[in-house]
Nanobody, 124 residues
Framework: QVQLVESGGGSVQAGDSLRLSCAAS????????MGWFRQAPGKEREFVAT????????NYADSVKGRFTISRDNVKNTMYLQMNSLKHEDTAVYYC?????????????????WGQGTQVTVSS
């Protein structure tokens, strides 16, 4: 089992920055891919970014490329999502997830463990 706890959400103005954290426990993550997803009211959960825990390689949704950065700290067993130049359309509940595989995935149901989510609200 992998337990995931997100933090760092909040309410900001358009153009501001936020950093989300996802603390992982329960398993070593060297054979895992981690990801961030988001879900806005009335919409399906959508992929944001993913990182191979071992290699650090990353992949992003086109909507956030160049604005968001996913990273991880192996010592702290924590993943981050640095979000810059936030837009109103970034408003959503953000979830971190873990996939027991070394291959990226943009598909939510291919992830095995999920955090509880953290709200990000961006005012225009």
């Amino acid at each position: 089992q992998v337990q995931l706890v997100e933090s760092g959400g909040g309410s900001v103005q358009a153009g501001d920055s936020l950093r989300l954290s996802c603390a992982a426990s329960g398993r070593t993550l060297s054979s895992y891919v981690m990801g961030w997803f988001r879900q806005a009211p009335g919409k399906e959960r959508e992929f944001v970014a993913t990182i191979n825990w071992s290699s650090g390689s990353t992949n992003y949704a086109d909507s956030v490329k160049g604005r968001f950065t996913i990273s991880r700290d192996n010592v702290k067993n924590t993943m981050y999502l640095q979000m810059n130049s936030l837009k109103h359309e970034d408003t959503a509940v953000y979830y971190c997830a873990a996939r027991n595989s070394v291959y990226w995935s943009r598909v939510a149901n291919q992830y095995h463990y999920w955090g509880q989510g953290t709200q990000v609200t961006v005012s225009s």
